[in-house]
């Protein structure tokens, strides 16, 4: 087939028909810029390749010839292209505002419009920076005066922190610039860090925007209505209903734009070659992406000392402050999720968990190895069923902390930089008992079927391991030798078919069960 992949450009800025979502952000936008008589300053803050560019450009310069007949001039700037300095910046902003008003209204302009012109040309033959920054100031002002407001997107804003590094006169300018109520000039920025950060990194002592004069705003990862949304992009080729794959696409992608398009890319592809896309392949074959992007976004949080805080929230080594989980959170690299935290992609975190993917002075130590007079009891779970094991885990902590002999292992046990075979493979065997959590992505997990589920039953029939599973949801394990074992709570109850005011009364009697066998 011929057909081409809309998905095509995944790497590129998104706009028009191709956008998906940011509904709650456009509509910010529209009530803070286009719509307001005095357009108000905006800092889009996020990851990397998270959409921000996209969004500024969606609904700033997209629109722009509409955006024209209301008297909204927009314009924009790449920061790293401005490598002359902050006259290169004053007169860019003069010369792009001129540029987008005679382009797109140059038959409707007033005589008095057309002599911006001119003024633009004082602007460009300033000498002096004192004396630019005044041209500058008078144009933006006469523009106001003619009933024009301007908007500048300054699109990657972190390379201000070495395009003006140590320059604070640049800083203070752009600050009195957009502060100064005559001059009806606004500013969005789009970057990964804020601006204050910036302007630390920048060795600038002076804070550039104070919150007065801008509006921060975080642009997190895709809820699950804009990853469908995403997904109806495939014009009607195909569509992906099956809830198991969208849980699988939202779990592996964590709804991050780029990597969701990534990975939709390699499914339209499949289905271009052979007719039938599939998800575990199509993600391999995206891997390739995925890599280059954690290395990159690994490589920010390392400059900003978050990939730390990170690491110590994947391997528990220590309970993180609340500041390190708000950071986090802001920026969409922890979800909420029942309540709990969890880092927002399943296939993020194994990448950080993986050996070499980290570098060796952030790596967080490796905890010691539980005492071997004490009880070790293996969890089975699928990573499909995270909720569960942290809802289990709850209930089973007070038996734990009061009861020292007893050490209770999950892989999320496995420190960042471990070698997490060697690790399952220990914890295994040093297993007395072994607790299941059973479910249907537990009977199709292929790592549980050949590789613990074998060694554990073994175990049970040879070496007296323990076995108790745990009826979480519906599934066909009377089909398998796991029905054999017993069942720490009604196989014709599962867990997740009890009412949710219930549940933690089931809870409580399997964890009660699970006291008297220990003892």
Request: charged share 25%; with cysteine.
């Given at each position: 087939m011929n057909r081409p992949n809309p998905y095509a450009e995944y790497d590129k800025i998104v706009y028009g028909d191709r956008f998906v979502g940011r509904q709650d952000t456009i509509r910010l936008i529209q009530q803070r810029i286009i719509n307001a008589d005095d357009p108000g300053n905006l800092s889009i803050v996020g990851v990397p390749m998270i959409g921000k560019s996209s969004l500024a450009y969606h609904t700033l310069i997209y629109p722009q010839p509409d955006l024209i007949q209301k008297k909204l001039l927009t314009l924009w700037i790449s920061l790293p292209s401005i490598t002359d300095g902050r006259e290169q910046l004053f007169r860019e902003l003069v010369a792009k505002s001129i540029e987008v008003l005679f382009d797109q209204s140059l038959e409707r302009l007033s005589n008095d419009e057309k002599r911006l012109a001119e003024d633009a040309e004082i602007v460009r033959e300033s000498d002096y920076w004192i004396e630019l920054?005044?041209?500058?100031?008078?144009?933006?002002?006469?523009?106001?005066?003619?009933?024009?407001?301007?908007?500048?997107?300054?699109?990657?804003?972190?390379s201000a922190k070495t395009v003006f590094k140590g320059d604070e006169a640049t800083f203070q300018a752009l600050r009195e610039l957009v502060a100064n109520p005559t001059s009806g000039l606004c500013f969005v920025t789009t970057s990964k860090r804020t601006l204050s950060e910036i302007s630390r990194q920048s060795n600038a002592d002076v804070s550039i925007f104070p919150g007065s004069i801008f509006r921060e705003v975080y642009l997190r990862h895709f809820d699950s209505i804009e990853l469908e949304e995403l997904l109806q992009r495939t014009q009607n080729a195909f569509s992906i209903e099956n809830q198991t794959d969208l849980d699988f696409f939202s779990h592996q992608t964590g709804g991050h734009p780029y990597l969701a398009s990534t990975l939709a890319f390699e499914l339209f592809e499949q289905w271009l070659q052979i007719n039938t896309p599939d998800m575990a392949a199509a993600l391999e074959h995206s891997e390739p992406e995925f890599f280059k992007y954690y290395d990159y976004l690994i490589k920010i949080l390392r400059e900003d000392n978050s990939l730390k805080a990170l690491l110590q929230f994947l391997s528990r080594s220590r309970s993180n402050s609340t500041s390190e989980i708000n950071r986090l959170s802001r920026y969409g690299l922890l979800q909420k999720s029942d309540g709990s935290n969890r880092i927002f992609s399943e296939h993020f975190q194994q990448y950080l968990a993986e050996p070499g993917n980290i570098p060796d002075d952030v790596i967080v130590a490796d905890s010691s190895p539980p005492p071997p007079d004490r009880t070790q009891i293996f969890v089975s779970y699928s990573r499909q069923d995270m909720k569960w094991l942290e809802t289990f885990m709850k209930h089973m902590n007070p038996i734990l902390r009061n009861n020292q002999n007893i050490h209770l292992w999950t892989d999320n046990t496995i420190k960042v930089g471990e070698k997490w075979k060697e690790e399952i493979d220990n914890a295994l065997e040093a297993a007395k008992i072994a607790i299941l959590?059973?479910?249907?992505?537990?009977?199709?997990?292929?790592?549980?079927?050949?590789?613990?589920?074998?060694?554990l039953l073994n175990k049970a029939r040879t070496q007296g391991l323990k076995v108790f599973w745990i009826p979480v949801k519906a599934s066909s394990v009377e089909q398998t030798e796991i029905n054999d074992y017993q069942a720490a709570y009604d196989p014709k109850k599962p867990i997740a078919k009890i009412a949710a005011p219930h549940r933690d009364d089931a809870w409580v009697e399997i964890c009660r069960k699970l006291k008297e066998a220990l003892a």
């Amino acid at each position: 087939m011929n057909r081409p992949n809309p998905y095509a450009e995944y790497d590129k800025i998104v706009y028009g028909d191709r956008f998906v979502g940011r509904q709650d952000t456009i509509r910010l936008i529209q009530q803070r810029i286009i719509n307001a008589d005095d357009p108000g300053n905006l800092s889009i803050v996020g990851v990397p390749m998270i959409g921000k560019s996209s969004l500024a450009y969606h609904t700033l310069i997209y629109p722009q010839p509409d955006l024209i007949q209301k008297k909204l001039l927009t314009l924009w700037i790449s920061l790293p292209s401005i490598t002359d300095g902050r006259e290169q910046l004053f007169r860019e902003l003069v010369a792009k505002s001129i540029e987008v008003l005679f382009d797109q209204s140059l038959e409707r302009l007033s005589n008095d419009e057309k002599r911006l012109a001119e003024d633009a040309e004082i602007v460009r033959e300033s000498d002096y920076w004192i004396e630019l920054q005044e041209n500058v100031c008078n144009f933006f002002k006469k523009m106001k005066r003619l009933g024009w407001r301007i908007v500048a997107i300054l699109d990657d804003f972190d390379s201000a922190k070495t395009v003006f590094k140590g320059d604070e006169a640049t800083f203070q300018a752009l600050r009195e610039l957009v502060a100064n109520p005559t001059s009806g000039l606004c500013f969005v920025t789009t970057s990964k860090r804020t601006l204050s950060e910036i302007s630390r990194q920048s060795n600038a002592d002076v804070s550039i925007f104070p919150g007065s004069i801008f509006r921060e705003v975080y642009l997190r990862h895709f809820d699950s209505i804009e990853l469908e949304e995403l997904l109806q992009r495939t014009q009607n080729a195909f569509s992906i209903e099956n809830q198991t794959d969208l849980d699988f696409f939202s779990h592996q992608t964590g709804g991050h734009p780029y990597l969701a398009s990534t990975l939709a890319f390699e499914l339209f592809e499949q289905w271009l070659q052979i007719n039938t896309p599939d998800m575990a392949a199509a993600l391999e074959h995206s891997e390739p992406e995925f890599f280059k992007y954690y290395d990159y976004l690994i490589k920010i949080l390392r400059e900003d000392n978050s990939l730390k805080a990170l690491l110590q929230f994947l391997s528990r080594s220590r309970s993180n402050s609340t500041s390190e989980i708000n950071r986090l959170s802001r920026y969409g690299l922890l979800q909420k999720s029942d309540g709990s935290n969890r880092i927002f992609s399943e296939h993020f975190q194994q990448y950080l968990a993986e050996p070499g993917n980290i570098p060796d002075d952030v790596i967080v130590a490796d905890s010691s190895p539980p005492p071997p007079d004490r009880t070790q009891i293996f969890v089975s779970y699928s990573r499909q069923d995270m909720k569960w094991l942290e809802t289990f885990m709850k209930h089973m902590n007070p038996i734990l902390r009061n009861n020292q002999n007893i050490h209770l292992w999950t892989d999320n046990t496995i420190k960042v930089g471990e070698k997490w075979k060697e690790e399952i493979d220990n914890a295994l065997e040093a297993a007395k008992i072994a607790i299941l959590l059973v479910t249907p992505d537990f009977l199709n997990s292929s790592f549980i079927l050949n590789k613990e589920l074998p060694f554990l039953l073994n175990k049970a029939r040879t070496q007296g391991l323990k076995v108790f599973w745990i009826p979480v949801k519906a599934s066909s394990v009377e089909q398998t030798e796991i029905n054999d074992y017993q069942a720490a709570y009604d196989p014709k109850k599962p867990i997740a078919k009890i009412a949710a005011p219930h549940r933690d009364d089931a809870w409580v009697e399997i964890c009660r069960k699970l006291k008297e066998a220990l003892a």
